[in-house]
Each structure stands twice: as C-alpha cells, then as structure tokens.
C-alpha cells in the first residue's frame, strides 16, 4: 500500500505546485504524510458531503481542485465550520490534498479534461502560464477544435450531454445558428478571460459562473465568440477522472480510487415556470 507521502509526489509530478498562482493554497492541509492509503477519493469540492463520501468508502486520502484554507487561518477549532471538517478528517485518518491552479494549468489539467469531454481537439491553452516555454502547452484555459462544424444549438445541447446534470444546465447566448468550430474553454470561473477569448477569435467560449455585465458587455461589442455557461462544479468534474487517472497509473492497482459523483454545487432546485411578466427581446 502506497503512503500519503508517496501520492503526493505522483500528483506533484502531473500537477506542479510552481503552476499555482501567487494567491492560491495548494498541497496537503490535513494528514500524516506517513499513513498508508488504501483508497482515494477524487472529488472538486472538499465539504461535508465529500467528506462523508470518504468516510463510506473507508478512504484515506481526498484529493479535491478547491483549497479548504484559501486565506490564513489562525484556527481550525472544531466549533469554525472549516476546523469542524479538519477535525472531522483528522479523526477517521482522512487526509486532505488539493490541488488548484496548479492542475489549472498542467497539461493535461483541469481544461484539458473539460475540453474533452465536450469533443475539442488540437488542444492550446488559451492564456499561457508565464513560466511556459513558448511551445510548452500549459497555462490557465484550452483552445480547441471540433472535428465538424455544428450550430450553437447543437453544441450547446452536445456540452450538455458531456456533463455530469446541475439543476441550473447550460446556458448560451448567441446565434443559435451561428456555425462553432473553435472554442475555448476554462474550467470554473472564467469571466475574467473573456477579452483573452475574443482577441483568440475562437467561435465560442464555455465556462462557469458568467455574471450579467460582464457577458452582456462582451455581447455587446459585437464580432464577438458566443457565450456558454456551465456550473461551476460541472465545469472541473471531468478533472476528477483525469487526476483518478493518474493515480492508478501510477499505482499499478495497489489503491482503490473513487471518484465523487456527488454534485457539490450550491444550486439544488430550479423553476423552470416564470410569474405572468413577460420579458421582450
Ligand atoms: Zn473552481
């Protein structure tokens, strides 16, 4: 059976803690680096219900894309939420690790497995990490190509089959006709990429967590790619099977890896019905 210790240096090696960004809190943040690990648990967000996951499982190490402690902490008492589930791990031999921005950024990474899933190909990331060679393909966000040309309707409604159902589903905003071939994609939230999209000239861009003006803004400039929208937690779950992945193969069948189908987004219910205002446009 494989330690703690040992894990961390195969996801260190696919998920290179140098790729995080400057404000970003990645690496182990409970657990013996010394333990023995039976089975991991691979999941987005590590929360109660994650947490409780591991435990079912009798796993030993969680492996989560979100930090716990993003900001410093001066106590993880049991009475704080976040210290309740550090106890909590630290009681049934848990261990945390995380991996964020730096599996963001690895190739393949966190977009690679977003980009797959939806059916991209020729894969580039779309803001290179600034500790890239020029032709080392790893940075924040990928550019891809579908193998045909489809509608925006027809891709929309193709990322939405590739991803795990959310209750809010997928959004679009453009021509629903407008012909898709090159597309971005960034895991999570990505409005902060927009303007990178666009001076890429890809056709569409598929991320998590688009707000109202900065979508309608970009929208309103014109000559600009269609937007689609995914939750936050659909957007990074197919990571979850790559960095599974990478643990098997590089265990060689000597820990059980699981990954979380437990949907840890916030959204729980959604209306489809609207009151009697009707919108125009
Ligand atoms: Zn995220």
Request: proline share 8%; net charge negative.
């Amino acid at each position: 059976m494989p330690m703690v210790r040992e894990l961390i240096g195969v996801l260190q090696t696919a998920y290179p803690p140098e790729l995080a960004e400057d404000w970003d809190a990645v690496g182990l943040v409970c657990g013996d680096p010394e333990d023995e690990v039976e089975r991991v648990l691979v999941c987005v967000d590590p929360v109660q219900a994650t947490v409780a996951e591991a435990e079912e499982l009798g796993a030993q190490l969680v492996v989560a894309h979100h930090p716990l402690l993003l900001r410093g902490v001066s106590s993880v008492a049991a009475d704080t939420r976040k210290g309740k589930l550090v106890h909590r791990m630290i009681r049934n031999g848990i261990a945390l690790y995380c991996a964020h921005t730096n599996a963001d950024s690895a190739n393949p990474g966190v977009s690679d497995a977003l980009a797959e899933a939806i059916g991209l190909t020729e894969l580039r990331p779309l803001n290179p990490h600034p500790l890239a060679e020029p032709e080392e393909p790893i940075g924040i966000g990928r550019i891809g190509e579908l193998p045909e040309p489809m509608t925006l309707r027809e891709f929309t409604k193709q990322v939405a089959a590739a991803l795990p159902p959310t209750e809010p589903g997928v959004l679009a905003a453009g021509d629903p006709d407008r012909q898709i071939r090159t597309v971005a994609v960034s895991g999570g939230a990505g409005d902060s990429y927009l303007s990178v999209a666009t001076r890429a000239r890809v056709d569409a861009f598929v991320t998590a967590d688009l707000r109202h003006h900065p979508a309608s803004e970009h929208l309103a400039d014109g000559d600009v790619p269609a937007l689609i929208g995914v939750t936050h937690w659909a957007s990074e779950w197919p990571w979850c099977e790559q960095a599974a992945d990478v643990i098997r193969a590089a265990c060689e069948g000597t820990v059980e890896v699981h990954v979380s189908r437990r949907n840890t987004d916030p959204w729980t219910m959604r209306v489809g019905e609207q009151g009697g205002i009707r919108s125009e446009g």
